[in-house]
Structures are given as structure tokens and as C-alpha cells.
């Protein structure tokens, strides 16, 4: 059996008047995340993970923020083509493993939800979708809450 880490990460500024959406659920919060498609962070960061551990580049090449078709595009649908892709090469998910960093809101009353969005899309089970959510202690672009970002790493297996 092949086995390949990928590693992704992600980053969007943080705007009033926008809908946060992290993990392929909306959470209620004061400001959300600006991008071309609905600046899910975190599903971003699991796609280029994925991606990159089948070595099929990043999630721009395959839906670049330059092409309108992609504009507000619900970023579950992102991961469920990179899932087609990677089961199309031979691959299969074995798990991920992922941390947003953020001031606010509070993300671990959000987790299961997420888990049960993601793991669906993945075909994998949910205790194979790890969330983590931590702060930036007031540090950086993250701690003065102009952005959040979010980090994942991914297993996959060939046999």
C-alpha cells in the first residue's frame, strides 16, 4: 500500500457585513470571511492538503479565483470534486487533520457539525475528520480579528 501527507493552509480578511462560513457551515459571528467563493477557510486549507498529497497541484489550478464560474461558489462542492479527483487517480482519504486559528466566534461549540458536513464529502467517518480552533493571542492580522486562517493535513492510501 502507498500512503502521501499533504499539507494545506489557507487565509481570508475578515469583513462586517459578511457571512462566516468555516468548516461548510455558517456561523453566527460579528464579521466574515471576503473571497471569491464563500471563503471557507478551512475547507480550502483540507482541499490543498488533499491535493497536494496526490501531488495534483492546489486548489487554485483547478478553481482559480480568476474565473467568475467559481464566484460565491459553496466551497462543499470544491471538496466533493477533489474527492472525485483523488478517488479517480487511485486515492483514497484516510483522515485529516485541521486547525483554524481566530479570535471570535468561539469554534469547538461548531466541531461536530462541521465533522458531520465534511466527512460525507470526504467518504470518510467522522472520528477520521479532526478540527481543532485556537487563537492567535491577540497576535498578528489574526489577533487584531482582520483575518483568519486555517491549517490541514491529509493521509491518503493507493493500493
Known sequence: MKMRVGMGFDVHPLAEGRELWLGGINIPAKKGAVGHSDADVLIHAICDALLGAANLRDI????SNQDPAWAGMDSKYFLKEVTRMLSSNGWRIENVDCTLTLEQPKIKPHIDDMKKVLAPLMNIAEEDVSIKATTNEQLGYVG?????????VALISKS
Not at 487554485?60 to 478553481?63: A, E, L, R
Not at 487584531?144 to 490541514?152: D, H, K, L, S
Open 60 to 63: 487554485g489550478t483547478h478553481f
Open 144 to 152: 487584531r480579528q482582520e483575518g483568519v486562517n486555517a491549517y490541514a
